[in-house]
């Protein structure tokens, strides 16, 4: 689900779109498990206070197909997931 949406600007002229998704799972621990790629002892990141993780999209911004496929790690805040995108964008984002 997209909990936040912006978009910053690409050589100075095209705009391009980032969101934050929220997801009820570790993303890449799921991953991982259904590969068969744990570490051993390896376990899911807690998740936040509201029961989310919240997840930088730069690449596959605004889909919303059931199934996604996030560019950051998990973030247990929307805030601390928006600093981290504001981090890897080029140019300052303007967040909706």
């Known amino acids: 689900m997209i909990v936040r949406s912006g978009s910053w ?5 095209v705009a391009r779109p980032v969101d934050i998704v929220g ?7 799921e991953l991982a498990r259904a590969d068969d790629q744990l ?3 390896e ?3 807690p998740l936040g206070e ?3 993780l919240y ?3 730069f690449r596959h911004a605004g889909e919303t197909v059931p199934r996604t496929w996030p560019d950051s790690a998990g973030y247990d805040t929307i805030d601390a ?8 964008a080029p140019s300052p984002i303007t967040w909706t």
Not at 9 to 13: D, I, K, L, N
Not at 23 to 29: G, V
Not at 81 to 88: D, I, K, N, V
Request: hydrophobic fraction near 35%.
């Open 23 to 29: 997801l009820p799972y570790d993303f890449w621990y």
């Open 55 to 57: 997840y930088v999209r």
């Open 43 to 45: 376990t899911a990141q």
């Open 39 to 41: 570490e051993p002892g």
């Open 81 to 88: 997931a928006m600093r981290s995108a504001e981090t890897r």
């Open 50 to 52: 509201d029961g989310l």
């Open 9 to 13: 600007v690409y050589a100075e002229e």
